[in-house]
């Protein structure tokens, strides 16, 4: 791919690699993100990153001219970019393919959805016409996620010329949820990604759900070739990052905060309706009430940082994990055990001081694309930890094995599973513990990247 005759490589996503913010003296402060797609394109020489500005800051920086080589950040009109992004992106296409719905009430389709619906093409559209000026004749373009599904059909019209890959980071709802959507909405979305040369998906599961959509509700998926690309940790980066001295000072505070000689049951996420906070709480909390054993002996150490806070919803469920912790606290705590340390403001460095503590990690999504998390923890681990693992995350697919699975609806059973890690033996632990890092690492994201490539372009 960095040979002289590889084509210009073009990533299109919502967010992009870099934001800025407005100082108060009127400058701008830029910030680089990190990810699978960060590392994953740093492999590549030729290249442009087409993201939306998201900010103030960001949308500063468009108008004043100032960006990072190989980004161009489109000024959208920010009411039109929040329908197409809160509106319809994360409160609609988010919530079929998590099937998150409270189905008796939600959703309702009404002009107010159209209005939105409206938005969301024209954000596509903006996004298809930079692409369409930014690539060279046959310039390999990958375009990212649920955020730009109308992208690739529409970039397919203006540049027939191009090569043009989908990547959906997130799980795909099987046909009969997916028939929620009015019909068609739920056929543009599907022609949209059809646009592509390949359209490819974290899990076979997905790609198959994908697949069964199409065949449903368009009769197939035409000339478009599905692929599955399960992203993995980023080992070196990792194990490279937790060994620094700013985690090390994080990890004697957690230790403090946790007290000598207890175990720790940690999770990190961000707030996010899927991942199931609130029902980890309450398996932690039979845990304690049915295994009073337990008591004074373990701490749940759960960091749960702030996502999508412009959506009502995702502010009532961050008051419901505290209100819960909060709850659990009172019920079990004593003078000096605080049987949940719930820390909200995220910090990097204090996550991967968790997951080095680690004696069992929860991850029990209602539904998730991959999780990282799950992926990351056995990797950083300093002494072995053990996995719960949902059965409806993307990583059950590649770390079931060792890992403890549960139903993420079953309270009582995941309560179960927490005792069951918390008591597995040491030597199985570490075994355990070990084939998962491998598993976890077997597709760094640079290899995740280029493979897509070669696939789309072979
Ligand atoms: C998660 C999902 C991605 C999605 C991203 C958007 O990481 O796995 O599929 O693109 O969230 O997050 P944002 O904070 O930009 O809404």
């Not at 959208?76 to 319809?88: E, F, L, P, R, T």
């Not at 959906?168 to 997916?178: E, G, I, L, Q, R």
């Not at 990690?361 to 990282?372: E, F, H, Q, S, T």
């Amino acid at each position: 791919m960095v040979s002289e005759h590889a084509p210009k490589v073009l990533v299109a996503s919502n967010r992009g690699p870099v934001s800025y913010t407005l100082r108060e003296d009127g400058s701008l402060d830029s910030k680089r993100g990190g990810g699978g797609l960060v590392s994953g394109l740093s492999a590549v020489e030729d290249k442009v990153w087409v993201c939306a500005a998201l900010s103030d800051g960001d949308r500063e920086a468009v108008r004043r001219g100032v960006s990072e080589p190989g980004v161009r950040m489109l000024d959208i009109d920010a009411s039109v970019h929040a329908d197409a992004y809160n509106g319809i992106a994360n409160s609609v296409l988010w919530f079929v393919h998590h099937m998150l719905y409270q189905t008796p009430v939600e959703p309702v389709f009404d002009a107010e959805f159209r209005r939105q619906w409206a938005s969301y093409e024209a954000y596509n559209r903006a996004f298809a016409e930079a692409l369409a000026e930014e690539a060279d004749p046959d310039s390999a373009v990958l375009v990212q996620d649920y955020h730009l599904t109308l992208v690739p059909g529409m970039l397919r019209e203006l540049r027939p010329d191009l090569r043009i890959g989908h990547f959906s980071h997130t799980p795909w709802a099987p046909v009969d949820y997916f028939r929620l959507l009015p019909d068609d909405i739920g056929r543009q979305v599907l022609h949209g990604i059809l646009g592509a040369d390949r359209a490819a998906f974290l899990t076979r599961r997905w790609a198959d759900a994908f697949i069964g959509c199409c065949t449903e509700v368009l009769g197939g998926t035409g000339r478009t070739r599905i692929g599955v690309h399960g992203l993995g940790a980023d080992a070196d980066f990792l194990r490279r990052r937790s060994r620094e001295a700013d985690v090390d000072e994080r990890m004697a505070t957690l230790r403090e905060q946790v007290g000598e000689g207890r175990k720790t049951i940690v999770r990190v996420d961000r707030t996010e309706l899927s991942k199931n906070i609130v029902r980890g709480l309450h398996a932690y909390r039979a845990l304690l009430e049915e295994r009073p054993e337990w008591r004074e002996r373990v701490v749940h150490v759960a960091f749960a940082y702030p996502s999508r806070q412009d959506l009502t919803v995702y502010r009532d469920y961050t008051a419901e994990v505290q209100r819960v912790a909060e709850d659990i606290n009172a019920t079990y705590g004593t003078a000096d055990w605080t049987p949940v340390l719930l820390h909200v403001d995220d910090d990097f460095a204090r996550s991967l001081a968790a997951y080095r503590l680690a004696d069992v990690a929860l991850v029990n999504p209602i539904r998730d694309g991959m999780n990282l998390v799950a992926k990351e923890v056995p990797v950083v681990s300093d002494h072995g930890c053990a996995l719960v693992l949902s059965r409806e995350a993307g990583a059950y697919e590649e770390l079931g094995e060792d890992a403890i699975v549960v139903n993420p609806y079953d309270v009582s059973a995941t309560a179960e599973a927490l005792h069951e890690a918390l008591t597995m033996d040491g030597d199985e632990r570490s075994v355990r513990s070990e084939r998962l890092a491998a598993a976890a690492t077997s597709l760094p994201p640079q290899q995740w990247f280029l493979d897509q490539l070669d696939a789309l372009l072979g």
